[in-house]
T-cell receptor, first 116, second 113 residues
Framework: AQSVTQLDSHVSVSEGTPVLLRCNYSSSYSPSLFWYVQHPNKGLQLLLKYTSAATLVKGINGFEAEFKKSETSFHLTKPSAHMSDAAEYFCVVSGALSTGIGKLIFGQGTTLQVKP | KAGVTQTPRYLIKTRGQQVTLSCSPISGHRSVSWYQQTPGQGLQFLFEYFSETQRNKGNFPGRFSGRQFSNSRSEMNVSTLELGDSALYLC????????????FGPGTRLTVL
């Protein structure tokens, strides 16, 4: 079975400082992993995805994530936070059922606050 | 290319009523998935339709149902509404299926009074 745990429900950073949002996953086989962002009153937008190619994945808006199989982690980072980064972030693992047909399993989300 | 659209954006119903939500996927996408988002339970998968067939279902009661049309547009129906059904309902479309990259619509905010 697949599951995902976001280790922080709320992260607060100052503008211009680095961002780290932590995610651990559990999967019976090689997973596909995603980070999505949700701004207030908007749908979810894909930031980046890992699908067993390069372990360091670059996404939009300067975000990147590193897949570490030994640690079962997929943490999201950004070197310098911007006010517009304030949003809810979801770590997602692809869950394939016994039929081979999958679905996305979402973490509980991390609220990123960016202070001026 | 137009994104995923959902109608209506906001809906207020009373307990016991039923509701139908609509989702139009990105052109060419045959997979449509539905999710329920609440503060307490987070994002939960409802079901996925692919080429008019439901091929995946989450752990929701039978009051939640859906369908997909030949043009890939999808509808979700909730019967006998309960207060706990108040949520943001998100639709997502995908080219290759629900386990792959999905594109989300803005959601329908359902309030049950």
């Amino acid at each position: 079975a697949q599951s995902v745990t976001q280790l922080d429900s709320h992260v607060s950073v100052s503008e211009g400082t680095p961002v780290l949002l932590r995610c651990n996953y559990s999967s019976s086989y090689s997973p596909s992993l995603f980070w999505y962002v949700q701004h207030p009153n908007k749908g979810l937008q894909l930031l980046l995805k890992y699908t067993s190619a390069a372990t360091l994945v670059k996404g939009i808006n300067g975000f990147e994530a590193e897949f570490k199989k030994s640690e079962t982690s997929f943490h999201l980072t950004k070197p310098s936070a911007h006010m517009s980064d304030a949003a809810e972030y979801f770590c997602v693992v692809s869950g394939a059922l016994s039929t081979g047909i999958g679905k996305l399993i979402f973490g509980q989300g991390t609220t990123l606050q960016v202070k001026p | 290319k137009a994104g995923v659209t959902q109608t209506p954006r906001y809906l207020i119903k009373t307990r016991g009523q039923q509701v139908t939500l609509s989702c139009s996927p990105i052109s060419g996408h045959r997979s449509v998935s539905w999710y329920q988002q609440t503060p307490g339970q987070g994002l939960q998968f409802l079901f996925e339709y692919f080429s008019e067939t439901q091929r995946n279902k989450g752990n929701f009661p039978g009051r939640f149902s859906g369908r997909q049309f030949s043009n890939s547009r999808s509808e979700m129906n909730v019967s006998t509404l309960e207060l706990g059904d108040s949520a943001l309902y998100l639709c997502a479309s995908s080219l290759l299926g629900a386990q792959n990259e999905q594109f989300f619509g803005p959601g329908t905010r359902l309030t049950v009074l």
